[in-house]
C-alpha cells in the first residue's frame, strides 16, 4: 500500500522526470561545471518539500535535499556531468548536435533524474501515511572525473546516513556483488630549458625526454605488479614544434589497484620512476594529484533486496518505435565487441544474451569476490555506510560506455523506460528500508563483516580543493 503510493506518484509524474532528464541530457555540463543541471534538481526538490543546502563540500553545483525526520535516514545518490567530446543527436547514427561538445556518454542524466523522481515520491509516501523517516538526495558532481563524493564524504556529508542507494543506466539490469579498483588520478609536470633543437641542443634540456623515459619506466613496471593493477596515461603537453627544446611537458596517469594499500605502494613507485626520469635528464618535476578513490565494498542484502523490487515491479515494456531504434543502434557495434563485453561481465549465462537486443531478464546478483576494473567515488560512500549501485537496461547489450551510442540512447525513448523503471525501483527500496529496521540492521551488519575493521582513509589529502577552475585553461 505504502510502496503503491509511491510508485503510482512516479507513474502520474512520468513526463515531468523524463523532460528533467532530457534537459539534462541536452545541458550536457562538464564536471564541476553543472549549474544548470544542478540547479534544475535541486530547484525541484524544493519546490516539493525538501530542505536543500547547496554548494556543500567546496562544489558549486554539489548539493544535498532533505525531507523528513528521525531515523533511519536513506541516501539516494544522484550524478548529472557529462563527457568531452561526446556531442550526439538522438539518431542511431554518429551525428553531434555541437562537434567537439560535451554529451551524456554514461547517462548521468538518468541517473540524477531517477534519483530526484524517486526521493520525492518516498517523500510523498511517508506524507501521505504519517510515517517517520529521512530521505536525503546527494546532488553529486563530476564523477567523470574529480571525484565529487570524495570530496563530500571527506566533509563528513554522510557519516549519519544508514544506507544509500545509487542507480546507473548502462545494458543490463543488475546489482552485482564486485568490488571496484582504487584510483589516483595524478599529473606529472617537468621543467627543463629551451634551446635551438639543431643549432644548439646541448645548452637544452628537454622536459618532453623526461615525461618519455617516466614512460618508459611505468612500462616495465607492469612486470612487476599484480595483473589486477592498471596504469594508463596520456601527455597532455609535450611542446610546441620539433626546433625547440621543450621546457615543459606534463602527462596525466590513473593508476589503479584492487585495495587502497596496493595502489597506495604503485603510486609511490610511479613517484619514483618520475623522480628518475627528472634526474637522468636534468630536469625539475612536480607531482599533482587531481583526485582519488577508493575500492568499493559491495552489499548482498542490499543487491538482493534491489533485484526483488525490479522483478516485483516488472521490466519496462517495447514498442515497435523503440525496437526499431534499438535495431539500427545494435548494426552500429560488430558483433565480437559485443560478446567480448557480455564475457567480460561475468553473468552467468551470459552466451543467451548473444543474439538478443536488450535484456529482458534480471539475474540474481553475481561478483561475489570478483573485481570490476572499473572505478567510482561511489566507493567512498561505501566504506561510510551499506550502499548499492545497480543498474538498468538503458541501452542495448553490447553498447560500449562514453560512447556515442550511449549518448543517443540515454537521451531516447529507450532511456526514458529505463529511467522510470529504475526510479521505482529505488523508491521501492528506500520504502523497504524505511519500514523493515532488521532487513536495514542486516544490511549493517554485512558492512561491518566485510571491513573487518578496516578504518576509511580517504584518497584525498585533506588541504586537496576541487579543481574548479580545470576547464579555463582547457
Not at 532533505?66 to 548529472?80: A, M, Q, T
Not at 546489482?175 to 599529473?187: H, I, N
Not at 611542446?239 to 611537458?249: L, S
Not at 536488450?358 to 572505478?375: K, L, R
Given at each position: 500500500m505504502i510502496k503503491d503510493t509511491a510508485l503510482m506518484w512516479i507513474e502520474e509524474n512520468k513526463g515531468r522526470i523524463i523532460e528533467i532528464s532530457d534537459a539534462i541530457w541536452r545541458y550536457a555540463e562538464l564536471g564541476l561545471m553543472e549549474f544548470?543541471?544542478?540547479?534544475?534538481?535541486?530547484?525541484?526538490?524544493?519546490?516539493?518539500?525538501?530542505?536543500?543546502?547547496?554548494?556543500?563540500?567546496?562544489m558549486p553545483t554539489a548539493f544535498v535535499a532533505?525531507?523528513?525526520?528521525?531515523?533511519?535516514?536513506?541516501?539516494?545518490?544522484?550524478?548529472?556531468d557529462a563527457?568531452?567530446?561526446?556531442?550526439?543527436?538522438?539518431?542511431?547514427?554518429?551525428?553531434?548536435?555541437?562537434?567537439?561538445?560535451?554529451?551524456?556518454?554514461?547517462?548521468?542524466?538518468?541517473?540524477?533524474?531517477?534519483?530526484?523522481?524517486?526521493?520525492?515520491?518516498?517523500?510523498?509516501?511517508?506524507?501521505?501515511?504519517?510515517?517517520?523517516?529521512?530521505?536525503?538526495?546527494?546532488?553529486c558532481p563530476a564523477e567523470e572525473n574529480f571525484d565529487g563524493k570524495v570530496y563530500m564524504v571527506r566533509d563528513g556529508l554522510f557519516d549519519d546516513v544508514d544506507a544509500v542507494i545509487g542507480h546507473h543506466p548502462g545494458t543490463?539490469?543488475?546489482?552485482?556483488?564486485?568490488?571496484?579498483?582504487?584510483?589516483?588520478?595524478?599529473?606529472?609536470?617537468?621543467?627543463?630549458?629551451?634551446?635551438?633543437?639543431s643549432a644548439s641542443p646541448e645548452r637544452g634540456r628537454s622536459a618532453l625526454d623526461a615525461v618519455e623515459l617516466m614512460n618508459v619506466g611505468v612500462n616495465y613496471l607492469r612486470e612487476h605488479v599484480s595483473t589486477d593493477v592498471r596504469i594508463h596515461y596520456v601527455?597532455?603537453?609535450?611542446?610546441?614544434?620539433?626546433?625547440?627544446?621543450?621546457?615543459?611537458?606534463?602527462?596525466?596517469?590513473?593508476?589503479?589497484?584492487?585495495?587502497?594499500?596496493e595502489v597506495d605502494f604503485v603510486y609511490d613507485w610511479v613517484k619514483d620512476i618520475a623522480k628518475g626520469a627528472a634526474l637522468m635528464t636534468r630536469t625539475k618535476h612536480k607531482v599533482e594529484l587531481i583526485g582519488g578513490v577508493s575500492n568499493l565494498i559491495p552489499n548482498r542484502v542490499l543487491a538482493e533486496l534491489v533485484v526483488k523490487n525490479m522483478r516485483e515491479i516488472g521490466l519496462p515494456e517495447y514498442g515497435e518505435k523503440d525496437l526499431k531504434f534499438a535495431g539500427q543502434i545494435a548494426k552500429t557495434i560488430p558483433l565480437e565487441d559485443k560478446i567480448s563485453q557480455l564475457k567480460s561481465s561475468g553473468r552467468p549465462g551470459w552466451e543467451k544474451l548473444v543474439d538478443k537486443l536488450?535484456?529482458?531478464?534480471?539475474?540474481?546478483?553475481?561478483?561475489?569476490?570478483?573485481?570490476?576494473?572499473?572505478?567510482t567515488d561511489v566507493a567512498d560512500v561505501s566504506w561510510r555506510a551499506p550502499t548499492v549501485e545497480f543498474s538498468t537496461a538503458a541501452w542495448v547489450l553490447g553498447t560500449p560506455g562514453h560512447s556515442w551510442q550511449s549518448t543517443a540512447q540515454s537521451g531516447s525513448s529507450l532511456g526514458h523506460k529505463s529511467l522510470i523503471f529504475a526510479s521505482k525501483v529505488i523508491a521501492?527500496?528506500?520504502?523497504?528500508?524505511?519500514?523493515?529496521?532488521?532487513?536495514?540492521?542486516?544490511?549493517?551488519?554485512?558492512?561491518?563483516?566485510?571491513?573487518?575493521?578496516?578504518?576509511?582513509?580517504?584518497?584525498?589529502?585533506?588541504?586537496?580543493?576541487?579543481?574548479l577552475d580545470t576547464w579555463s585553461h582547457k
Open positions: 544548470k543541471s544542478s540547479r534544475l534538481l535541486a530547484d525541484e526538490l524544493e519546490k516539493h518539500g525538501f530542505k536543500v543546502k547547496r554548494g556543500v563540500a567546496g532533505s525531507w523528513g525526520s528521525g531515523r533511519p535516514i536513506i541516501g539516494i545518490l544522484g550524478e548529472y563527457l568531452p567530446g561526446l556531442s550526439q543527436k538522438n539518431v542511431p547514427w554518429r551525428e553531434p548536435i555541437e562537434p567537439g561538445a560535451p554529451g551524456h556518454g554514461c547517462g548521468h542524466n538518468i541517473y540524477g533524474a531517477s534519483g530526484m523522481a524517486a526521493a520525492i515520491a518516498v517523500k510523498v509516501a511517508l506524507e501521505r501515511h504519517g510515517l517517520k523517516g529521512t530521505v536525503r538526495f546527494y546532488g543490463m539490469n543488475a546489482a552485482t556483488l564486485k568490488k571496484s579498483l582504487a584510483m589516483y588520478s595524478v599529473k606529472f609536470h617537468f621543467y627543463g630549458k629551451s634551446s635551438h633543437a601527455i597532455e603537453d609535450g611542446g610546441r614544434q620539433p626546433n625547440v627544446v621543450p621546457d615543459y611537458a606534463r602527462s596525466w596517469y590513473y593508476i589503479r589497484a584492487p585495495e587502497r594499500d536488450i535484456d529482458d531478464e534480471i539475474p540474481d546478483p553475481w561478483g561475489e569476490g570478483e573485481v570490476s576494473y572499473a572505478s521501492a527500496t528506500v520504502l523497504d528500508l524505511i519500514l523493515n529496521p532488521e532487513l536495514l540492521e542486516e544490511a549493517k551488519n554485512e558492512h561491518r563483516n566485510r571491513l573487518k575493521g578496516k578504518v576509511y582513509r580517504c584518497p584525498l589529502p585533506p588541504d586537496l580543493k576541487p579543481p
